[in-house]
């Protein structure tokens, strides 16, 4: 599974850096800890549904494209 982790966690930085966030800039953003955005972009953390519609609000993407 940890492939899945991976794949969301480039999409995560993928979209973060196209919209130039720094990560601490979107965990603000999100409500969420600097180091926990570092875990995922990483595939070190496995992200609950609430913090996935968080970054996907907070990155202007729907959650469709960061799981995709």
């Not at 955005?37 to 595939?43: F, H, N, R, T």
């Not at 992200?47 to 970054?55: M, P, R, S, T």
Request: no cysteine; glycine share 8%; net charge positive.
């Amino acid at each position: 599974m940890s492939w899945v982790l991976k794949k969301f966690g480039r999409n995560v930085a993928h979209y973060r850096k196209e919209k130039k966030l720094s990560q601490e800039k979107l965990a603000e953003l999100a409500n969420l800890h600097r180091t926990y955005i570092g875990q995922i972009e990483s595939g070190k953390r496995n992200v609950g549904i609430e913090n996935i519609a968080k970054l996907a609000k907070a990155l202007g993407v729907s959650v469709k494209i960061l799981v995709k």
